[in-house]
T-cell receptor, first 116, second 114 residues
Framework: GAVVSQHPSWVICKSGTSVKIECRSL??????MFWYRQFPKQSLMLMAT?????????EQGVEKDKFLINHASLTLSTLTVTSAHPEDSSFYIC????????????FGDGTRLSIL | GESVGLHLPTLSVQEGDNSIINCAYS??????FIWYKQESGKGPQFIID?????DKRQGQRVTVLLNKTVKHLSLQIAATQPGDSAVYFC?????????????FGKGTHLIIQP
């Protein structure tokens, strides 16, 4: 079945550094990918929609200059958290749209980001 | 605005019993809903979906019911097993086909007691 891979699964870094998270669709082409954020014991919140070859669309309240999204190929989208601070610590989850699939979106297993 | 919510944050059931998880939505124009299961430290896993032209859909040990009149849907899990312990979310796909991001409900933590 369709698989979405996220890397890294877990990262700890110092405040002020930038962190890049990769989201790959392994066996299908994804023109659209989505990035979600999930705080402990809370639901997933959509951050942005990533479209291959064009600029990402950000949800209200999400800083586009802080959360840089690049979708340069049909199988890869990256989320870069720039100048990360402790309040950016969260579980970041990507999904990829599969128009030919039974499911509308396939989710990765998330990236646990901890900023010290 | 759009919102999808759940009634109960935690549900504890005995192994082998049936469980029902509820979800309410506010946008009457919504017409495609999905239930997800999320285990600790993992991404959401698709369980079952339903469109607004249906009021019931069954899968393996799971049934989703949709009541458009009161904007409510439920997930029934039959003969619960320890592996069913997880957080369950309902989600609204407003685009109807994955073109837009999903709006997730708050989640219900299902605990299966041995």
């Amino acid at each position: 079945g369709a698989v979405v891979s996220q890397h890294p699964s877990w990262v700890i870094c110092k405040s002020g550094t930038s962190v890049k998270i990769e989201c790959r669709s392994l066996d299908f082409q994804a023109t659209t990918m989505f990035w979600y954020r999930q705080f402990p014991k809370q639901s997933l919140m959509l951050m942005a929609t990533s479209n291959e070859g064009s600029k990402a669309t950000y949800e209200q309240g999400v800083e586009k200059d802080k959360f840089l999204i690049n979708h340069a190929s049909l199988t890869l989208s990256t989320l870069t958290v720039t100048s990360a601070h402790p309040e950016d610590s969260s579980f970041y989850i990507c999904s990829a749209r599969d128009p030919a699939g039974v499911q509308p979106q396939h989710f990765g297993d998330g990236t646990r980001l901890s900023i010290l | 605005g759009e919102s999808v919510g759940l009634h109960l944050p935690t549900l504890s059931v005995q192994e082998g019993d049936n469980s029902i998880i509820n979800c309410a939505y506010s946008n009457s124009a919504s017409d495609y809903f999905i239930w997800y299961k999320q285990e600790s430290g993992k991404g959401p896993q698709f369980i079952i979906d339903i469109r607004s032209n249906m009021d019931k859909r069954q899968g393996q040990r799971v049934t989703v019911l949709l009541n458009k009149t009161v904007k409510h849907l439920s997930l029934q899990i039959a003969a619960t097993q320890p592996g069913d312990s997880a957080v369950y979310f309902c989600a609204d796909d407003f685009s109807g086909g994955g073109a837009d991001g999903l709006t997730f409900g708050k989640g219900t933590h299902l605990i299966i007691q041995p």
